[in-house]
């Protein structure tokens, strides 16, 4: 449901920058010799040359679409050179790609609050920027505007082609203009720059809107395309919304759009404008209706969110009619794959960054043998996560068979190895709910971590441990993947081929992507109806890729050699027995999974893992076991013998003593402890 969230100011400067044809410019930057030439990139597969998922603007200018295959694009423009997307464990590799975006992100993030929307979009929030260039250098105090100002698109500004240079100019450099609007024209001033500043690093073109909110800037990036801006003035946003289909809008696609069209005859934003915020309220609820209304008049009380980091990690692949897998084997191969991929990215996550994964979640698209059960819908569902590429398989081949189990319930005759019954067209895990880790503790989790996963049993897994997917988050990327996966293209991606684009390469904050893309494709559509100016092809192909930072190669291979190594030279480490076996009871208390859901997500809120301090002074950890009681530990730290700190690596044994140490206890033993105590639930080692 979407949320109505007030605007803080209407003066604030937001804008959204989205990379031109993007997976094209990283090929062609690897090979210069592409630049100027139609070029598409292409997800090869031997039908009819696979399929295109990004196409240069030179390629356009020829015909040449992203729904297109292979063999089409070059029927209908002979020169193009059609790149292949990178290849790696018999899928495809996007690292190349996300490593680009993330260089473009270093660069945007400097001039104010960053929040990275997919692999190739950024929302920034430039509002102290723009208010301190308006206090120190106004525009009008300019003597020389550079071009790349100047030739911003402005809404509403009428001219001649011929003088619109010379209106843009008057435009921002008015002296008697309204502040929100002296405050935009800074705006204009800074992405401008921001976007030189990326071509000239990285050789990568860029466009961006510019606005006061992010549902405003998003819409206005993809009207002029490719390597341009467009600002939202206030005075425009109301021409600009007007003529909008209403399905097209970000949320209204399914359900709630279909409603508004059906119940109460809106098909445009405008017409919504003729109902009262009372009337919406009583038809859609309080919160959906004053939802409706803002929308209606271009309020989006949305804020950037500081995020340079992915929401997720996720990767899979579709496996589209023949091709569909149609045994256990046939899925464990794939998940054992899949599951090298998210440990090495996690571990990449967990070097460079700090941070640490807490759900697994596996989604599948499947059908059955009988054309009656086709309807049903494989269920996605999630387990806390454990790293380490094995238990990662482990616990995804038991996601798989609850799912399995669930999605053939009504034909259990389907259900087992080597059976026929089924076939699962699509496949992918992903790794969310990521929260940093305490500073100072990384080396200490490193070590623990190594330790749980060469100390650990095979686990019994227990379906009460996995949880559906769909009831993760209410604003994560889950909760918007689920819709996507489930009633997928009822929006602006009618046909199967898109859906297959995407699931094939986009699994990680899927959601947005899927809906910001759409949304970047529907801005371009819009720019026909609300501006004169140029219109690029109007796209309505699926999503757009996930977005994750660094290439992972080799992470989980080092961390295991290592922990292989502390193994041999420690045997059983007893401060790992420690705290693996103190002071734990289990409370007989029954909770439900949704129980088990709010657990989780105060620990990404608050405290890194759920751990609350105890009475004794020691560190109290709640956890779910096996049977879902609770099982409450108290971990105390006078306990400890601090000689079993010896058996620790030295790099870290000092990081111990500290924690230790009865003057740092207070400050320490939260902070500390709360990862270590996480590590050592027993959870994370049945
Ligand atoms: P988009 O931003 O949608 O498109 P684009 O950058 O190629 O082109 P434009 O200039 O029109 O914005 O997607 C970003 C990248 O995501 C794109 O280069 C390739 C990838 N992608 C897919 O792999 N599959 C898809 O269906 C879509 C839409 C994108």
Redesign the pocket.
Known sequence: MPVARPESSDSRVIAHV?????????EQRKQPELRGHPTA?V?YNAWKGGGL???S?EARSFGVK?SMRGDEAKSVCPEIQLVR?PVARGK?D?SI?RNAGSEVVAILSRKGRCERA????VYLDLTDAAEKMLSETPPESLEVIDDEVIKSHVLGISAEPSDVRQAVREWICRSNADRRDKLLACGAFIVAELRMQVLKETQFSC?AGIAHNKMLAKLAS?MN??AQQTVVPFVSIKSLLEPLPIRKMKQLGGKLGCSLQDDLGVNTVGDLLQFSEGRLQERYGINTGTWLWNIARGINGDEVESRVLPKSHGTGKTFPGLNCLKTIAAIERWLSKFSEELAERLEVDLEQNKRIAQTLTLHASAHKATESQSQKKFPSKSCPLRYGTTKILEDALNLFQAGLREYLSSSSKAYGNGCSGWGITNLSLSASKIVDIPSGTCSIMKYFHTQDQSCSSTKEFNDKEIFEAATLSTSGSESYLMKHLQEPQTECHEDGT?MN??M???LEDESR?FED?AQ??FS?EISSLSTPVKK?EP?L?????DAVIKDAAGGNRSRDQKGKALKEKQGTSSILQFFQTKNCFQEPKEESVNDMQETTESSCSGKADGTVPSESGGIRSLHRGADQSRVDCIYKIDEIDPNVVDELPREIQEEVRAWLRPQKRANNTMRRGSSITHYFSPNKNL
Not at 18 to 26: A, I, L, R, S
Not at 118 to 121: F, N, Q, R, T, V
Not at 541 to 545: A, I, K, Q, W, Y
């Open positions: 989205d990379m031109d044809c993007f997976y094209v410019q990283v990139v997800q998922i990004a196409v603007y992203r997307v495809a996007l790609y997919s692999i190739d979009e466009s993809g395309k490719p898109k684009t995407l094939q390469t986009h992507m893309k970047t494709n371009r690029n796209q192909d699926s999503v757009g890729e």
